[in-house]
Nanobody, 124 residues
Framework: QVHLVESGGGLVQAGVSLRLSCIAS????????MAWFRQAPGKEREFVAG????????QYADSKKGRVTISADVAKNTVYLQMDSLKPDDTAVYYC?????????????????WGQGTQVTVSS
């Protein structure tokens, strides 16, 4: 059973940086893709970034490129999302997701496992 736990969210001011963490437990994640999604109030859940655990390849939503960086620490079974120059529009619940495939996809329904999310609130 795969278990994902996010942390690192909080209330921050616009312009600062924040790093979210997702600790994964369960079977080996060698052939998994890990991703971050977010859901703002009244909006659909959207893809932010993904990383292939075994190949280290990454993919970002076009609107997020340049301000977010996804990385993984294989030894710690942890995936990170570094977010810089935060804006009030970044306010959302951020979710970690996993799928037992090696290709990164952006559709949330293609991910099998989800964490409970961590709230990020950016004040102006």
């Amino acid at each position: 059973q795969v278990h994902l736990v996010e942390s690192g969210g909080g209330l921050v001011q616009a312009g600062v940086s924040l790093r979210l963490s997702c600790i994964a437990s369960g079977p080996t994640f060698f052939n998994y893709v890990m991703a971050w999604f977010r859901q703002a109030p009244g909006k659909e859940r959207e893809f932010v970034a993904g990383i292939s655990w075994s190949f280290g390849t990454t993919q970002y939503a076009d609107s997020k490129k340049g301000r977010v960086t996804i990385s993984a620490d294989v030894a710690k079974n942890t995936v990170y999302l570094q977010m810089d120059s935060l804006k009030p529009d970044d306010t959302a619940v951020y979710y970690c997701a996993a799928r037992p495939r090696s290709n990164i996809v952006t559709r949330d329904y293609e991910y099998d496992y989800w964490g409970q999310g961590t709230q990020v609130t950016v004040s102006s």
